[in-house]
């Protein structure tokens, strides 16, 4: 097409700038219309029918400037955004010309707000109600000029408008977004009609015979609702005009997808619903008798006619925080039907319609660390006066959240922190894949897992199987669940090794057939190689950092006697370490005893109660000092005791329960008996209702020689108590037996 072909083609906009704007932009507007043809032309760039790609502009434009009432900037944005769109995704060579005639011929607020929507119409989303409130906050985040949002939404009510020429796997998903991300929107933003005409298109694709039968039951009933609007209607006029207020009426039917939501939650059909339509009273007054005429109107409708208090909102005296103001009653004919009437001036109508283009002037506003809802609520706030400093230093509205929006490859949304790597990137999507990550791929740029990831970045992880966490990634990570699992990693690593070097070192000492225990063994290495803790030795060895042969000679020059005062010191330390644990205790230990005294913090740090026999409160106990891991509570029958007992006698010390110790110790009883039906809830019915006792668990299982062993796991205060749990049990009819297991 050539110019004058292009232009006619859209004359409908061009009417409308006419209509609005100076002719300077009428000039600009038509200059950008002839240059983005041209460039969608050369770009091969057309809608689903074949028609040209334009015309999706223009018609965004003609909202823009018509509906949502943005000036000239907007206008022209809305107009080329989509050879911008097109040059980033498919022509990238081209994009630095492009900026460049677009910065030279409209200005650079044009180019940045047509990139802004390029960016968010890169963004592929799965349908996904969880991950809709992250979407919507991702488009404020992109939308550093308040501008670009609102553009946006007039792209998408266009596209509604149009959704027949999409494919039809195209319309349910262009549907859901709308109703579920771009709907909402446009309520935080004020702009009512944008958002009920989104939910309206939304529902005609989502629920088509709903929409229909709505519409349908609409148009039958149009008559008799005129009829009755004009009855109610006759007497609140004559009293407006003597009154001499200036003023007009609109009746607003509910929207489709509100009648819609009525039905599915009373659960009622179409005539069930009785406040399909509202009334809205306009008043033409000066700012200074605003509330007060209101007011007056509202007195003289609750006059004639009964005021349900319930639903009556003030919205004048505490605006929303939207920027909306209206007085809202609803009130009941004598013939029993409910009108809601809303009140208002033109100024308020204007706001309510346009949202927060009806007052598009900037000032000062600092965001100070709100987030994406809190920004979206302040945009109504912005300048009522007519300064021309330019929106970069007047407005700041990039929300400071410190957060970004990363996507997978599928669509999936992660919020991470500003400052996030490709690692965290991993991590927050798996643990299992972060382990492995060895980079990543963003816009097809192979990156290093230190890459920082930005607002938008689509993101592939790359992978390695052989590769595993380092500690120098604690470096590369921000998010505390990366560090965490790192740290988890290497502390298993560690203990891994730990495990390896103890199994190695205890072999060696077997086949050496070292008259040497390998705890004592272990307390002299130490010392040896100036390390603090026996698994630092462990992994020394694991790692083959140390020569095994190394140590044999080590430890058999130690027990031929060239280092007989070693020995001794390192026994010495032994003991030294028991007395100092001890010592610790003291506070907790009567004078004339050296006991240590085990109370209710059985995880203190100081000691541990030994898995092997899990004593608990009046238990027979005995404390055994370890090299790792401080000291370790034995019952005084544990099996491991006598063992301890014997070969590290200077280890074991005295312990006791403290009288008035408290707490609750897990134990499993064993019960052995016939199978007899129901017996299982016998057994938790003695230990929950009877003894009162916290029952965790129990395992029922029948043997098919006609017995049965059960292994029941409850939480007890003391040992008392699990007699009296044992003496209960085996007065069950059909239990031979019920001990207590290690």
Not at 303 to 314: A, F, G, I, Q, S
Not at 474 to 497: M, N
Not at 564 to 587: G, I, N, S
């Amino acid at each position: 097409m050539n110019n004058s072909e292009i232009l006619n083609r859209y004359s409908e906009l061009r009417q409308v700038v006419k209509a609005t704007f100076s002719e300077l932009t009428q000039t600009m507007v038509d200059s950008s219309l002839c240059f983005a043809a041209r460039e969608l032309e050369t770009f091969v760039a057309l809608r689903y029918d074949s028609s040209p790609m334009l015309d999706h502009g223009a018609a965004v434009a003609r909202i823009v400037a018509e509906e949502v009432g943005l000036g000239r900037n907007s206008t022209i944005a809305a107009i080329v955004h989509d050879v911008v769109r097109i040059a980033v995704q498919d022509h990238p060579e081209r994009l630095e010309e492009l900026s460049a005639t677009i910065r030279h011929d409209y200005g650079e607020e044009v180019l940045g707000i047509a990139l802004a929507l390029s960016k968010i119409s890169d963004i592929k989303l799965k349908v996904s109600k969880e991950q809709a409130s992250d979407f919507r906050d991702m488009i404020v985040s992109y939308s550093e000029d308040p501008r670009v949002i609102l553009i946006k939404l007039a792209d998408r009510l266009e596209v509604m408008r149009s959704l027949d020429l999409f494919p039809e796997k195209k319309r349910r998903k262009k549907s859901w977004e709308s109703l579920n991300l771009y709907a909402q929107i446009a309520h935080k933003l004020g702009l009512y009609s944008i958002k009920s005409e989104l939910e309206d298109l939304s529902l005609k694709y989502l629920e088509p015979a709903e929409y229909n039968h709505i519409v349908h039951s609409l148009k039958e009933s149009e008559a008799e609702r005129l009829a009755f609007i004009e009855r109610f209607l006759e007497p609140v006029r004559r009293l407006l005009d003597g009154d001499g207020i200036k003023y007009h009426i609109k009746s607003r039917t509910k929207s489709v997808f509100s009648i819609f939501q009525k039905m599915r939650k009373q659960k009622v059909d179409f005539d069930g619903v009785f406040d399909i339509f509202a009334l809205r009273i306009i008043i033409d007054c000066p700012p200074e008798s605003e509330k007060r005429l209101c007011w007056t109107v509202f007195s003289h409708v609750t006059d004639l006619y009964r005021p349900n208090p319930e639903r009556m909102r003030d919205w004048i005296s505490i605006p929303k925080s939207n920027g909306y103001e209206s007085l809202h009653t609803t009130v009941v004919t004598d013939d029993g039907r409910w009108v809601e009437v809303q009140i208002r001036t033109e100024r308020m109508d204007e706001v309510a319609e346009r949202g927060i283009a009806a007052h598009w002037r900037y000032k000062g506003v600092k965001q100070g660390g709100m987030g994406a809802e809190e920004w979206l609520q302040r945009l109504r706030a912005l300048l009522e006066d007519t300064t021309s400093e330019s929106i970069a230093h007047r407005f700041d509205a990039k929300p400071s959240t410190g957060e970004i929006f990363v996507f997978t490859p599928s669509g999936d949304i992660r919020k991470l922190p500003e400052g996030a790597t490709v690692l965290d990137f991993a991590f927050d999507i798996h643990t299992s894949l972060g382990a492995i990550c060895v980079g990543g791929k963003i816009g097809g740029r192979v990156v290093p897992i230190k890459e920082q990831l930005h607002n938008g970045d689509i993101c592939e992880v790359l992978t390695r199987k052989d590769q595993t966490p380092k500690a120098d990634w604690l470096s590369i990570c921000v998010t505390q669940k990366a560090r965490s699992r790192i740290r988890a990693y290497i502390r298993e690593e560690q203990q891994k090794h730990a495990r390896l070097g103890r199994e190695e070192l205890e072999r060696k000492l077997k086949n050496w057939k070292l008259d040497i225990a390998i705890d004592e063994a272990v307390a002299y290495l130490c010392k040896h190689y100036k390390v603090r803790r026996g698994n630092e030795v462990y992994t020394l060895i694991a790692d083959q950092k140390v020569d095994i042969a190394s140590i044999k000679e080590i430890l058999q020059r130690w027990l031929s006697g060239e280092a007989d005062e070693e020995r001794r010191q390192a026994a010495a330390e032994v003991e030294e370490r028991k007395a100092r644990l001890r010592e610790e205790r003291e506070t907790e230990v009567p004078r004339n005893s050296d006991a240590l005294v085990i109370d209710e913090r059985i995880n203190n740090i100081e000691y541990k109660l030994g898995r092997c026999c899990n004593p608990i409160k009046g238990d027979d106990i005995f404390g055994f000092v370890t090299i790792n891991s401080g000291i370790t509570i034995h019952r005084s029958d544990c099996p491991n005791a006598r063992r301890m007992r014997e070969r590290y006698p200077y280890r074991v010390m005295e312990a006791r329960w403290r009288d008035d110790a408290t707490g609750a110790f897990r134990i499993t009883v064993a019960v052995t008996a016939a199978d007899i039906p129901g017996l299982a809830t016998t057994i938790m019915d003695v230990a929950s209702k009877e003894l009162k006792l916290s029952v965790r668990g129990i395992n029922y299982m029948p043997k098919g020689d006609g017995t049965a062993s059960a292994q029941l796991i409850v939480e007890v205060p003391s040992s008392g108590i699990v007699d009296m749990l044992l003496h209960s049990l085996r007065r069950i009819k059909g239990v031979k037996n019920a001990y207590r297991l290690n």
